[in-house]
């Protein structure tokens, strides 16, 4: 399955994926804060912490970076995450689940 469009909807705070089939997936703003995959992010789950994300966080951008993904900036101010579009798709499974 390959993401062929991504859509911001701040209103509902949830990032829309369409897929190569047609089909639409959501993943909330605080998921995608609380999956970051960064080093600061990382290194607090490697010690056994969770990513403290309040429910009222918002995606404020995407930029793309390259074939590769996107970078997000969220509205804490926390953009050093990159979300490959792999990662996507697995939070967007979470998500459904
Ligand atoms: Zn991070």
Same mark, same amino acid.
């Given at each position: 399955?390959?993401?062929?469009?991504?859509?911001?909807?701040?209103?509902?705070?949830?990032?829309?994926?369409?897929?190569?089939?047609?089909? +639409?997936?959501?993943?909330?703003?605080?998921?995608?804060?609380?999956?970051?995959?960064?080093?600061?992010?990382?290194?607090?789950?490697?010690?056994?912490?969770?990513? @403290? *994300?309040?429910?009222?966080?918002?995606?404020?951008?995407?930029?793309? *970076?390259? *074939?590769?993904?996107?970078?997000? +900036?969220?509205? @804490?101010?926390? @953009?050093?995450?990159?979300?490959?579009?792999?990662?996507?798709?697995?939070?967007?499974?979470?998500?459904?689940?």
């Amino acid at each position: 399955m390959t993401i062929t469009s991504l859509r911001n909807d701040k209103s509902r705070r949830v990032l829309e994926l369409g897929h190569d089939d047609g089909a +639409t997936a959501e993943i909330s703003h605080q998921a995608l804060r609380s999956g970051c995959r960064c080093s600061g992010c990382t290194a607090v789950r490697r010690a056994g912490g969770a990513v @403290d *994300v309040d429910a009222a966080i918002a995606l404020e951008q995407i930029t793309p *970076v390259g *074939v590769y993904g996107v970078q997000l +900036t969220f509205s @804490d101010g926390h @953009d050093r995450g990159i979300y490959p579009w792999q990662l996507l798709l697995e939070l967007s499974e979470i998500q459904a689940a």
